[in-house]
């Protein structure tokens, strides 16, 4: 919802941008935007309406700018924190997504969607412990969350908690069977090696040395 400037002008510039986001004259709106940020840089309402042109013209680097802006317009505002987080790793950009999906946790810790996809950043650079805290958390908010469950396991199986992360995979299958195609394989690991290391602590030590 717009909000009311002390610059005339520039509520006619929020006018003229609603007007042509409607006609879906996303560019146009842009050079209208533009105009009202020389005159306003802080108008919240300026930047929310540059972000929604900038994610329909598919032009993350902008938006990711506007979103910026806006984290400092409004610090509190926990949305602006967790698309920008969503946006940078979109861009590759894993130190920076995860700066800001943590500042976006910490204004609102039980967010299912942020602590899940923190954990696939951690995944991504391999930073398996924080994986798993992510991972943990993740599944704390939200233990229905097949997502949650199938990164959790992911984790485990890194750091060789085979246990479970057989546990995890099975809990993520049954609430989502479409999961299965992706753990079948190191869900058969993990149950090799428990099994192997069963058998070893079962057989006296002049039998494990001859197998």
């Not at 479409?178 to 690991?189: C, H, K, L, Q, S």
Request: charged letters at 25%; one cysteine or more; glycine letters at 4%.
């Amino acid at each position: 919802m717009a909000t009311h400037s002390e610059h005339p002008d520039v509520d006619w510039i929020v006018w003229q941008a609603q007007d042509l986001i409607q006609a879906r004259r996303f560019k146009d709106a842009l050079r209208v935007l533009q105009r009202g940020l020389e005159i306003e840089p802080a108008n919240r309402t300026l930047w929310e309406q540059l972000l929604h042109c900038s994610i329909e013209l598919r032009d993350p680097r902008r938006a990711v700018e506007a979103l910026e802006r806006l984290t400092l317009v409004d610090p509190g505002a926990q949305e602006f924190w967790a698309e920008k987080g969503y946006l940078h790793l979109l861009m590759n950009e894993v130190e920076e997504g995860i700066d800001a999906l943590l500042t976006s946790l910490r204004i609102r810790p039980r967010n299912t969607a942020d602590w899940e996809l923190l954990a696939r950043a951690f995944i991504a650079i391999e930073d398996w412990d924080d994986a798993l805290w992510a991972a943990a958390n993740a599944v704390d908010v939200d233990p229905n969350s097949a997502v949650a469950w199938y990164n959790y396991g992911v984790a485990c199986f890194v750091l060789e908690q085979y246990g479970p992360a057989i546990r995890a995979a099975e809990i993520a299958v049954s609430l989502d069977p479409f999961i299965a195609r992706y753990t079948e394989e190191w869900v058969g690991v993990a149950r090799e090696i428990l099994e192997s290391n069963a058998l070893r602590e079962w057989l006296p030590v002049e039998d494990i040395d001859a197998a």
